[in-house]
């Protein structure tokens, strides 16, 4: 039954599944379990305690549905690790067929039932972004913009030709090490604001915690942001904390 929070999205959709009229086992490198479009990849010995559990929840049903509540009727372990364990593939097939891969699953799809949930997983993916904050790959994210340097000679020239920066290179610097400070001691950072914009993530507010991650994390580690949706100014987090404790 799940309890669920909201519906992120949602869409039906045309056509019958491709192999909707049969269930299938095979012994091939493992053992697959064919049902309808969804195929399973099991060792002989996950395929053993996949069967046993599935018969001793047989033997304990008494034949009737509960609508109202999730009555267990057996549980069991499955040994060996996943086989292909945080493994996900996209493939085009022959015969016009896509293969979405995740882990030990494989999803067999025709090609605009593919396209149709790639839109479903896209509006989710906004909708969930709303409120909530993701991961994002941080080499992925452009730190830098007309008034963000990454060398000190040019942030000074910079400042000299904009009066108005007065010692802005020194309190970036200044930030970055109490962020730093903030980090080592096991403080939570605030996400900082990012916008897609062509494949790619562009940096709205957060430079000086993008930096002190970076040197502290390195540029291979994800970094927590709230990913903004069409028209946002940058500066959208001036005067908020650099932490949310």
Not at 54 to 73: M, Q, V
Not at 125 to 150: A, S
């Amino acid at each position: 039954m799940g309890n669920p929070i909201r519906t992120l999205a949602e869409k039906w959709f045309s056509g019958s599944p491709l192999y909707h009229e049969f269930i299938r086992v095979e012994k091939c490198e493992y053992i697959h379990i064919h049902w309808r479009d969804l195929r399973i990849l099991l060792t002989v010995e996950q395929f053993k305690s996949f069967f046993n559990t599935l018969e001793t929840a047989y033997k304990k049903w008494n034949g009737k549905l509960s609508p109202d509540e999730d009555i267990l009727l057996e549980i069991g372990n499955l040994p060996e690790s996943i086989i292909f364990e945080g493994k996900g593939t996209i493939e085009e097939q022959h015969g016009e067929i896509i293969h979405f891969h995740y882990g030990d699953l494989r999803l067999e799809l025709q090609p605009q039932t593919f396209l149709m949930m790639a839109r479903l997983f896209e509006q989710a993916k906004k909708e969930y972004n709303k409120t909530r904050w993701t991961l994002v790959l941080l080499k992925d994210i452009d730190i830098y913009d007309p008034g963000h340097f990454d060398n000190k000679e040019e942030w000074l020239e910079y400042d000299k030709q904009h009066p108005e920066r007065i010692d802005d290179y020194q309190q970036h610097v200044d930030g970055i090490k109490l962020i730093k400070k903030g980090i080592h001691e096991g403080r939570t950072m605030r996400p900082i604001s990012i916008i897609e914009e062509n494949g790619r993530y562009k940096r709205l507010d957060g430079f000086k915690r993008c930096i002190a991650w970076k040197e502290v994390y390195g540029d291979d580690s994800m970094i927590s942001c709230y990913i903004e949706e069409g028209s946002v100014t940058p500066g959208s987090q001036d005067g908020q904390s650099w932490f949310l404790e």
